[in-house]
């Protein structure tokens, strides 16, 4: 059975920092293209950022240019989300998806399996 599995969400004041996992599990998510989404309270699901299979290209939302960073440990089939100098704004339920490719947008089309997510609020 394919299954994600985020964690390391949490409360975190404005400036903070959050490391957030999606464990794979059933699959190996080294072969999959990752995307990490986000959605906040009333508003719609959006793509945050989108790593290719061999690691070699990701591709973030602009506002997190500079701030978030994708890793991967392959060893782990683990892909993490490094969240510096977080901000309110950044606050939702934080997705990771499995597909196979990053496109010049990060849609929800291009992903067929999901983890659950994991919450994120940045306030003081």
């Known amino acids: 059975q394919l299954q994600l599995v985020e964690s390391g969400g949490g409360l975190v004041q404005p400036g903070g920092s959050l490391r957030l996992s999606c464990a794979g599990s059933g699959f190996s998510l080294d072969l999959h293209a990752i995307g990490w989404f986000r959605q906040a309270p009333g508003k719609e699901r959006e793509g945050v950022s989108c790593t290719t299979s061999g690691g070699d290209y990701t591709n973030y939302k602009d506002s997190v240019k500079g701030r978030f960073t994708v890793s991967r440990d392959n060893a782990k089939n683990t892909v993490y989300l490094q969240m510096n100098d977080l901000k309110p704004e950044d606050t939702g339920v934080y997705y990771c998806?499995?597909?196979w490719g990053c496109g010049y947008y990060i849609q929800r089309d291009d992903f067929s399996s999901w983890g659950q997510g994991t919450q994120v609020t940045v306030s003081s």
């Open positions: 998806a499995a597909g």
